[in-house]
C-alpha cells in the first residue's frame, strides 16, 4: 500500500485562544491542548518518506501549548528530520525568553494582524470584547528589540478592505516585518457572520496595496514581499505548480487537532468529510484519496480559466465556505491584480 506522503503538517497544539476574532474559522476546534505524545506521533507520520516538509504551529494560539512546541523541536533536531519549522501567532503572548527560542531554533515567525489599529480592533478582540491591537503590538515590539524579523498575515472582510492600503504604511512604520499576505475570510467558524470583499473592492484596494508599496519602497531603501506576488513568480518559472498551495488536494497535508485527529484542511476540522485518520492509527489512504478527489473535481472550473497558468489555482476551503458554485471572486481578484503587477 502506498503511504502518503505529507509535506505539510499542521500541529494545532490547542483549540484555545486568549482572542475572540470576528472571523475566527478556528473557533470551533478542539480546545484541550495537543499531547506532546502526540505531537510525536504525528512528526513521525510526516517524516517517514525521508524528504522535506514544513511543520506549522497552529491553534487557536499556539503558545498557550508552548512547551509541546519546545518538545517538537527538540524532536527534529534529536532525529536530524527535514523540517521546516514556522508558527503563527497573534503575538500577545511573545516574551524576549520566546522570542528568542524561536529564533535560535530556526522558527520562523508569523503574526496576525488585519490593519491599523482603527482597523485591526474592528475585527480582532480580546476575549472580553475589546480591540485586541495594543496586545499584538506588544509581541511585535518584543521580537523587534531581538532584532527578530517577521510576516504578517491580514485577513480581508468587507469590513477592512477598503483601508489596506493602511497596513503597508504600518508595516513600514513597525519596522520588522518584511513579509504580507492576504487571507481572504473563511466562511467556517465565525467566518460565517461576516461577509467577503466584493469583486470590485478587492481589485481596487490590491492595486492601492501594490502603489503604496512602491511608494514606500523608494523613500525607505528596502522592499515589503507580498506572498501572492511570489507564487506569481514561481508560476512563471514553471506553470507545473498549479494547484501546489492545496497540500490537501495533492494528498500532502495533514492537520492534526488537539485530540490527535486528523483533516486534510485546517478550515474543515471537524467535518467528517475531511476526516484523514489519527496519529495512532496512521493516515487512511483511501480516506486521502477521497478528499483529493472530492477537491479535485470541485475546482476543475479554475482550470478553465485563461489566468489559470500564474494564478495557480483557488482555495477550495473559501471556496466550499463560500456557498456558491463559482469561483470566488475576491480570490479571483487578489490574484489577477498580483499577476498585472507582475506582468508589468
Known sequence: MNIPKIKMLVLSLTGECNFACKYC?????????????????????????????????????????????????????????????????????????????????????????????????????????????????????????????????CVVTDENVDELAGIVEFVYFIGNIRRIGFDLLRGQGRGTDLQPPSETAMRRAMEQVYEKSRQLARLTGYKIHFAQQERVKILCADYSHEFGHCYAMNGEAAFVDAKGDIYACSSLVGNKDFYIGNVETGLDNKLVNKVQ????????????????????GGCFARWYGSGVKAPYPSECALKRVSIAQIKN
Open 25 to 153: 474559522y478556528a473557533s470551533e476546534h478542539e480546545s484541550s491542548m495537543l499531547k506532546v505524545d502526540d505531537a510525536l506521533k504525528a512528526v513521525d507520520l510526516a517524516a517517514v518518506s525521508g524528504e522535506k516538509f514544513v511543520i506549522q504551529f497552529s491553534g487557536g494560539e499556539p503558545l498557550l501549548n508552548f512547551e509541546c512546541l519546545k518538545a517538537v523541536v527538540a524532536y527534529v533536531q534529536q532525529k536530524n528530520l527535514p523540517a521546516v519549522l514556522q508558527i503563527q501567532t497573534n503575538g500577545s503572548l511573545m516574551t524576549d525568553e520566546i522570542a528568542q527560542y524561536l529564533f535560535e531554533n530556526k522558527v520562523a515567525i508569523g503574526v496576525s494582524l488585519d490593519g491599523r489599529p482603527k482597523v485591526n480592533d474592528k475585527l480582532r478582540l480580546t476575549k472580553a470584547g475589546e480591540g485586541a491591537t495594543s496586545a499584538i503590538l506588544h509581541g511585535l515590539e518584543v521580537l523587534k528589540r531581538n532584532n527578530i524579523a517577521v510576516g504578517i498575515t
Open 293 to 312: 478527489e472530492q477537491i479535485r473535481t470541485s475546482m476543475f472550473f479554475c482550470k478553465q480559466c485563461e489566468d489559470f497558468k500564474l494564478c495557480g
